[in-house]
């Protein structure tokens, strides 16, 4: 059973208000028109949100982590993209620094990450390398008091905007996933550039591009925490970011059906309403059943996470399952919605669109699989 205390309940109300009023009257166009919304971030930081998560002496809110599952819910629920922006800066770009990073990493990326001062990135995926991130190709080779990089990387949230990028290079080859570690790079080191923005079927307003290295020189006080132990490091950070993700996948499932139920007490067929048929009646029960069954899977994980405990298993369960029943539910809202679902008119074609990511980013589907059925080998004695 969830149980929200109520300053979560604060926090929900907090961040809806906020996306009905600032994110909702711009976010058809930020689809359209693939732009990122940065004067929505700007108006966060004001709010602390880029900094959710914090401790308050990096110029975080101190909140925990059922506050921000909430909150990437309640924008999700408006703006998927924005949530997505917002996750990859506090979750992949912030949060390694706040793990690994030394004080002075700290005070100098993460507070103003915190205070929405920068924009961060993560990355990780390469052109060669999706979902076996241990075969990727950029090497970081010590030389004198830097690292010096040269790779590519891809599928790159907020490469296009951000100032401070976490990136995964080998600096092992003889050692495989145990020779990866983990840098800061700022935007302005020379060798270092933003590639081609992709286009995109969904999360139009959240940009992702590439990332190139040639020669890139980091400063040896710029590697994560200890070198060869980047691998460990984003696996734990995409543990955590997975349940971000599977909450974005319910905030969109959440106002698909919204959407849809409201549709069926209004659309006339046959001189009935259309949620009057029993068809449109099973539809919408089993999506609100789908729903309630990600809602707990989702806060559950995050509950588990927030107490220190072994939360693997339930994260790739609750994203597995939050992520797939979003697009299925996304498309029953667009066939409810008949002809007008499949036009702009109506923005249930931009939930189906968005939510498709999820399976894919951070750990497909079938990673998901694989992930859950390795955690269920280790508990094999008490199933």
């Known amino acids: 059973m969830i149980h929200f205390s109520e300053e979560h309940e ?63 819910e309640e924008l999700a629920r408006v703006c998927a993209a924005t949530a997505l922006s917002y996750s990859a800066h506090v979750s992949l770009a912030a949060s390694p620094i706040d793990m690994f990073g030394t004080e002075a990493q700290k005070q100098k990326y993460l507070v103003p990450l915190a205070k929405g001062e920068k924009i961060g990135s993560f990355g990780l995926t390469e052109p060669g390398s999706g979902s076996d991130a241990g075969s990727m190709k950029t090497t970081a080779v010590p030389e004198g008091d830097h690292y010096v990089l040269n790779g590519s990387k891809m599928w790159i949230t907020n490469a296009e905007v951000a100032d401070i990028f976490v990136v995964a290079a080998v600096t092992d080859k003889s050692k495989g996933t145990r020779g990866i570690s983990n840098f800061i790079i700022e935007r302005d080191f020379a060798g270092f550039e933003v590639g081609k923005k992709e286009k995109k079927l969904g999360m139009r307003a959240s940009p992702t591009s590439m990332l190139h290295f040639t020669d890139c020189r980091v400063p040896k006080e710029n590697l994560l925490g200890e070198e060869n132990q980047g691998f460990k490091q984003f696996l734990k950070v995409l543990n955590g970011g997975r349940v971000g993700i599977a909450a974005q996948a319910l905030g969109i499932a959440k106002e698909s059906l919204k959407r849809a139920m409201l549709y069926a007490q209004e659309r006339e067929q046959f001189g ?50 939050a992520t797939e029943a979003a697009t299925d539910i996304a498309n029953q809202a667009i066939q409810i919605h008949g002809g007008v679902g499949y036009t702009k008119e109506f923005e249930v074609e931009r939930f189906w669109r968005d939510a498709k990511l999820l399976e894919i980013g951070e750990g497909t589907s079938e990673v998901q699989r694989i992930v859950i059925y390795r955690e269920l080998l280790k508990e094999i004695d008490r199933l």
């Open 10 to 72: 604060m926090v929900r109300n907090m961040v809806r208000d906020f996306a009905q009023k600032e994110m909702a009257p711009i976010a058809i166009e930020a689809d359209e028109q693939e732009r990122f919304p940065k004067e929505t971030f700007q108006k966060m930081a004001e709010l602390i949100l880029l900094g959710l998560p914090f401790d308050p002496k990096y110029g975080g809110a101190g909140m925990d982590i059922i506050a921000y599952t909430i909150t990437l």
């Open 272 to 321: 009935k309403k259309i949620g009057e048929f029993q068809g449109i009646q099973f539809k919408l029960a089993d999506m609100a059943t789908k729903i309630k069954a990600s809602e707990l899977m989702i806060y559950d994980a995050a509950e588990k996470k927030q107490a220190g405990l072994p939360y693997i298993h339930e994260a790739g369960m609750a994203k597995l399952f």
